[in-house]
C-alpha cells in the first residue's frame, strides 16, 4: 500500500487529450524532454500530442498518464478525450466481483482493534470502521450517524467530534489542507461543496480547546487529542491506499489508522477492547 498522492489537477478541457496532457505535465512540473525519456518517446512527439498534431495511441495514453501519476478516473478521462474507451472500471463496492476486497478490509480494521481504524471512499463517506472508531462516537446526535457517515462533517461539525478535540485548530487545519490536495486531485463538485460546507462550521473559543497537553506531543506527526470520558487521548494517523489499483472504486478507497501516540492511550484502549 502506498501514501494517498498529493498535487493539482488540471482543470477540464474539451479539445481532446493534448490539453490535459500538458496541463498534469505542468502541474507536476515535468518538462516536455523528461516526460519523454520517462516515456521512452521523443519531446518533439510530446510537443505534438500536447497540441493536437498528433494524436496518440492507447498506449502511449496510459504510458504517459503512468509516468504523471494521473488518478485511476482522470486516466478514463484522458482516454475518452483522446476517443478511446476507459480503460478502468468502476464497480459497485457491494458487487460480488469485489468480495475479497471488502472481505480483506474488514480483516485488517479489525485486526487494528483494539485502535481506531475506518475506511473511506473519494467523497469522505465512511465505508467501515472498527470498534476504536465506534467507541470514539458515543454520544454523538443520530443526525449525523446516519448513513453513509461522512468522516470530515462528523468530526468537524459543531455537534460531532469537534468540542471534544483539544487541539481542534490544528487538526481541522490538516484535514482541510488535505481535502484541498484531493479536490485538486480530481474534478468533484461535491467534494468541492463539502470542503466549503465543513470549512464554514464555527470554531470555539481557543480558550476552550487548543490546551496544552498533559504530557510531550509526539515530534514525529501531529496529534489528534480528543478528550473521552474525562480522558485525553492521543493518536497519530496514516492513510493509505491500494497500490496499482485497476479498478476507479478500488483506487478511490483510503484507509486511515490512528496510532495509540502515548502509553497511557494504549493502557485505556486495552482496557476497553481487550
Do not use: C
Not at 486516466?75 to 464497480?91: H, I, K, Q
Not at 467501515?128 to 446516519?146: K, Y
Not at 487548543?210 to 501531529?222: I, Q, S, T, V
Not at 483506487?251 to 476497553?272: C, G, N
Amino acid at each position: 500500500m502506498t501514501s494517498v498522492p498529493s498535487g493539482e489537477a488540471p482543470p477540464a478541457a474539451a479539445q481532446g487529450a493534448g490539453p490535459l496532457l500538458r496541463a498534469w505535465r505542468e502541474q507536476r512540473r515535468v518538462s516536455q524532454l523528461e516526460l519523454a525519456l520517462r516515456a521512452d518517446s521523443s519531446a518533439r512527439h510530446i510537443s505534438f500530442v500536447e497540441t493536437g498534431r498528433s494524436r496518440p495511441s492507447e498506449e502511449m495514453v496510459l504510458r504517459l498518464a503512468e509516468h504523471l501519476e494521473v488518478p485511476v478516473r482522470e486516466r478514463n478521462a484522458l482516454l475518452l478525450a483522446a476517443g478511446y474507451a476507459p480503460r478502468f472500471p468502476e464497480t459497485p463496492l457491494d458487487a460480488p466481483a469485489l468480495d475479497a476486497v471488502r472481505e480483506g478490509i474488514e480483516r485488517l480494521i479489525q485486526g487494528y482493534e483494539p485502535y481506531p481504524a475506518l475506511v473511506f471512499d473519494a467523497s469522505y463517506h465512511v465505508v467501515a470502521a472498527n470498534r476504536g472508531i465506534m467507541m470514539l462516537l458515543d454520544g454523538i446526535p443520530e443526525s449525523l450517524l446516519r448513513p453513509p457517515i461522512n468522516t470530515m462533517r462528523l468530526t468537524l461539525h459543531p455537534e460531532g467530534l469537534a468540542p471534544r478535540i483539544r487541539n481542534l485548530r490544528e487538526w481541522r487545519g490538516h484535514l482541510l489542507e488535505q481535502m484541498e490536495r484531493q479536490i485538486a486531485l480530481g474534478r468533484s463538485d461535491q467534494l468541492r461543496e463539502l470542503y466549503e460546507e465543513v470549512a464554514a462550521y464555527p470554531v470555539p473559543d481557543p480558550g476552550d480547546t487548543d490546551r496544552e497537553p498533559d504530557g510531550p506531543a509526539p515530534y514525529f506527526a501531529l496529534p489528534m487529542r480528543i478528550e473521552h470520558e474525562g480522558r485525553t487521548l492521543s493518536f497519530v494517523s496514516s492513510t493509505s491506499t491500494f497500490n496499482t489499483p485497476m479498478d476507479v472504486t478500488v483506487a478511490e478507497l483510503a484507509i486511515e489508522t490512528f496510532l495509540p501516540a502515548d502509553p497511557a492511550t494504549v493502557k485505556y484502549l486495552h482496557s476497553l477492547l481487550p
